[in-house]
Nanobody, 123 residues
Framework: QVQLVESGGGLMQAGGSLRLSCAASGRSRYTMGWFRQAPGKEREFVAFINWSGGSTSYADSVKGRFTISRDNANTVYLQMNSLKPEDTAIYYC???????????????????WGQGTQVTVSS
């Protein structure tokens, strides 16, 4: 069982920056993604990075503002710049048992989920 621990959420004014971290247990390098769920809305894809770090993709709503990266261990980061009030949500980290495939923007591709971290952006 893979455990994911997120950190870095908080309260920020619009235009500010936050960096989220997600540490995965175990030695395997997983393809990982970030999703978010705003109040009253369904959970949505934010970004993904493959197991090697060589491939990433983003939701259109965050493209150019958010950057996903990973270190040589098993921690994935989400750098969030130019934050907007509509970025307010609970952010979830997810990991996939399979390294390969497509459609990494779908929740069904991921097998393990973190507990979520709250990000609140004030106007």
């Amino acid at each position: 069982q893979v455990q994911l621990v997120e950190s870095g959420g908080g309260l920020m004014q619009a235009g500010g920056s936050l960096r989220l971290s997600c540490a995965a247990s175990g030695r395997s390098r997983y393809t990982m993604g970030w999703f978010r769920q705003a109040p009253g809305k369904e959970r949505e894809f934010v970004a993904f990075i493959n197991w090697s770090g060589g491939s990433t993709s983003y939701a259109d709503s965050v493209k150019g503002r958010f950057t996903i990266s990973r270190d040589n261990a098993n921690t994935v980061y989400l750098q969030m710049n130019s934050l907007k009030p509509e970025d307010t949500a609970i952010y979830y980290c997810a990991a996939a048992a399979s390294r390969y495939g497509t459609n990494w923007n779908r929740e069904s591709k991921y097998d393990y989920w973190g507990q979520g971290t709250q990000v609140t952006v004030s106007s």
